[in-house]
Nanobody, 121 residues
Framework: QVQLEESGGDLVQPGGSLRLSCAAS??????????MAWYRQVAGKERDLVATIRYDGLTTYADSVKGRFTISRDNARKAVSLQMNTLRPDDTAVYYC?????????????WGQGTQVTVSS
């Protein structure tokens, strides 16, 4: 029902900033039927929830990123972004965009391919 594609991952120095983007393509349902989320995964570890944004813009954040990351969405463009500030080495991970139907809980079945974020000096 939803195809997702992330972009924006890069190598960045500690303390730097990066903005990730996720472009969504929905089939028959409107984009606003879906809540969106960002997850991240380090090799050998679980894929962890970073942030969510509801169809109407309500957000949640993992404690580890609260105050540093901001999730946003543009319903007209069917896009979701993750602004990452004050990046730390432990933010290094593959970041995934995820979509889940607004009546359900994350994660949904729709994932992007992931984009690598590396924070290193």
């Amino acid at each position: 029902q939803v195809q997702l594609e992330e972009s924006g991952g890069d190598l960045v120095q500690p303390g730097g900033s990066l903005r990730l983007s996720c472009a969504a393509s929905t089939r028959t349902k409107p984009f606003t039927d879906y809540n969106m989320a960002w997850y991240r995964q380090v090799a050998g570890k679980e894929r962890d929830l970073v942030a969510t944004i509801r169809y109407d813009g309500l957000t949640t954040y993992a404690d580890s990123v609260k105050g540093r990351f901001t999730i946003s969405r543009d319903n007209a463009r069917k896009a979701v972004s993750l602004q990452m500030n004050t990046l730390r080495p432990d933010d290094t991970a593959v970041y995934y965009c995820n979509a889940y139907y607004f009546t359900l809980r994350p994660p949904g079945p729709y994932w992007g391919q992931g984009t690598q974020v590396t924070v290193s000096s």
